[in-house]
């Protein structure tokens, strides 16, 4: 079955310090993979998308992810964290049924001053 | 663009009431979708539409019906609620569906409360 993990369910770091929100994916093929940052009462914004080309992809504030077929992983990092990243981070692979998203269950990351 | 827009904001029912959510989108997307999020679950997928007059059910569906009428309206009812869809719920479009590494646009949620 086509499923997606978040490997920390919440993540805490210091202000100024690296972020690495892990995700892993379950797939017979490479699917488009997303990551979305929810901030709180809000809705989800898209952070950045990885759709075959470039294997390292760089996002919105900072953030990046790096898409390694091998281990079927798509990890979210920053290098140095700001008060502002503290929010909900969704690992998202999008497979070709009809479109259907299907969401990881979230890592929620706080920044500590 | 206004993007993708959601009434109400906020919603209390009473177990047994029916009410529709609205979801509007003014960018000639597609594909529309509904997911509920609740605590713990990540965002799960009720109901979605490829295009008008064309519906298809998600993880979720039961106790929502949708429907299609134009590109740019897919309200989701609630026939008969129960303190179960206690949840928020949003709304998400993007150009077409299938492939492509299109992204979603999402609402900004509305919260339901049944009681």
């Known amino acids: 079955a086509q499923s997606v993990t978040q490997l920390d369910s919440h993540v805490s770091v210091s202000e100024g310090t690296p972020v690495l929100l892990r995700c892993n994916y379950s797939s017979s093929y490479s699917p488009s993979l997303f990551w979305y940052v929810q901030h709180p009462n809000k809705g989800l914004q898209l952070l950045l998308k990885y759709t075959s080309a470039a294997t390292l992809v760089k996002g919105i504030n900072g953030f990046e992810a790096e898409f390694k077929k091998s281990e079927t992983s798509f990890h979210l990092t920053k290098p140095s964290a700001h008060m502002s990243d503290a929010a909900e981070y969704f690992c998202v692979p999008l497979y070709n049924q009809g479109g259907k998203l299907i969401f990881g269950q979230g890592t929620e990351l706080s920044v500590k001053p | 663009n206004a993007g993708v827009t959601q009434t109400p904001k906020f919603q209390v029912l009473k177990t047994g009431q029916s009410m529709t959510l609205q979801c509007a989108q003014d ?22 539409s490829v295009g008008a007059g064309i519906t ?23 026939l008969s609620a129960a303190p179960s869809q206690t949840s928020v719920y949003f709304c998400a479009s993007s150009p077409q569906g299938a ?13 339901l409360t049944v009681t």
């Not at chain 2, 960018?27 to 979605?48: A, C, K, T």
């Not at chain 2, 298809?56 to 609630?78: A, I, K, M």
């Open chain 2, 27 to 48: 960018m000639n997307h597609e594909y529309m979708s509904w997911y509920r999020q609740d605590p713990g679950m990540g965002l799960r997928l009720i109901h979605y």
């Open chain 2, 56 to 78: 298809d059910q998600g993880e979720v569906p039961n106790g929502y019906n949708v429907s299609r009428s134009t590109t740019e309206d897919f309200p989701l009812r609630l």
């Open chain 2, 99 to 111: 492939g492509g590494g299109y992204e979603q646009y999402f609402g900004p949620g509305t919260r």
